[in-house]
């Protein structure tokens, strides 16, 4: 195993973690419009609270993490959402 | 940006749902007649939309004790318990609540939302957790904003997704507080709580459970979910108010933690607002005897629930899966949900109207509760207008509906 794959066992790449979660949000997708790291979560696809919790309820079961509540107010765009799952592989 | 600025939703989501004739969110009881009814618009309405589970509100013992004790004691403690002392009924309460419960401690808020923000907020410090059910009440959520601890949400009444969620943080030193609810409020299910004790025991975790709704309602004695499950001495802490069975107001948190009373000087929403005014200190002391003294009382209650709750799902509507005093009617488009809720009031029936976002479903819900103190003559009345109006809108009985609600 190479040095990199190695890496790529323990850590996830980031641009892996955004498509995974643009399909998880492809219920709120509006349009034609892809989403991106810099989708805007609230703004951009219009999810509410709740939506933003249950998001995040699917994506700890996708990648077998904890994503607490507290990190919500943190969380404006995707890219951000895909790296707080980032660190809470790396925390886990 | 003007202040009011941040609720357009809220303003919109208002204005529209007002389309349907009035404003659910705005009704006026001219005059409370009983337990059951009340004068609106100048019609006399079946209330079936309280949580007066047991009918307390106009109990005779119940209004004479508080009368008696507003003679004695005034209107009101000015101040709270830390400052201005406790009276004798606030400490005779919490003694009345311990007992009940059989537990060695209890404390008594202003409300239950108190209790809750207080009990969670309090006892889960910065690098303890919180893990509760995703469709937990206003209250609970707010305890977690108030408090420091880290937060993380598990599926609906799901003890397998718990035990996954706990597994997670196996590796976390933090103390862990699983927070679950008796009887859930919107769709009027309730937890299985023998399941969620034993996965946090498991998993060395600590287990809180609201009873607001079902304290007065479920165990043989009225103790609630902990009792119908045979937990009671398993779960940690038990939180309640005294606004729905107890028909009056306040909260409370019992437990045999050691050390207990160190959460009245730490617990904030205890320590920084006014205590319960005497006389409804004294109504709750009544209604708690009497319902010590007379569990049958639950029996009128549950029987009500036969008529109203199999009255509605014979009439052909979607409730909701397990019976209980909350029976909740399904109705998938917000805006037919406003007009039959309406159409109810018109009618002289008054029950709660819940629209998503804030329901757990999803869709909308007529939110019907039932009442020891009502008679069978009213649920069925209910019933009847529910089903004439259900079909009058083609919520019952109508290809177009089947259609509208894809
Ligand atoms: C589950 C639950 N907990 C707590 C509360 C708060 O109770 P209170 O009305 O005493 O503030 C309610 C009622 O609104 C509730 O439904």
Redesign the pocket.
Known sequence: MTAQAAQQNTTLAFDHVVAEIAVALQPFKKGEVAITATTDIAQDLNMDSLAVMDLLMELEDKFDVSIPLNMVPEIATVGQLAQTVIESKRGA | MGLMDRFKAQRELHAAVKTCGADPFGVKMDQILSATEALIEGRPTILCGS?NYLGFTFDADCIEAAKQTLDECGTGTTGSRIANGSYHDHKALEQDLADFYGKQHCMVFT??????LGAISTLAGPNDFLIIDADS?A??YDACKLGSATVIRFKHNDPADLDRRLGRLANEPGNKIVVV?GI??MLGDHAPLKEFVAVSKKHNAYILV?E??SMGVMGATGQGVVEHDGVLDQVDFITG????SMGA???FLVSNMEDFDLLRVACRPYMFTASLPPATVASVRKSLAKLRANPGLMAKLWANVDTLYDGVEAAGFSVGKQKGPVVAVHINDPALAARAWHALLQNGVYVNLALPPATPSGTALLRCSVSAAHSTEQLQHVVAILARIGRELGILGTPAHAVAAE
């Open positions: 949580n409300t239950g939302y108190q209790a809750n009440h209250s609970i609810e859930y409020s609201d607001a709704h108010t005294f606004s729905k107001i306040g909260g």
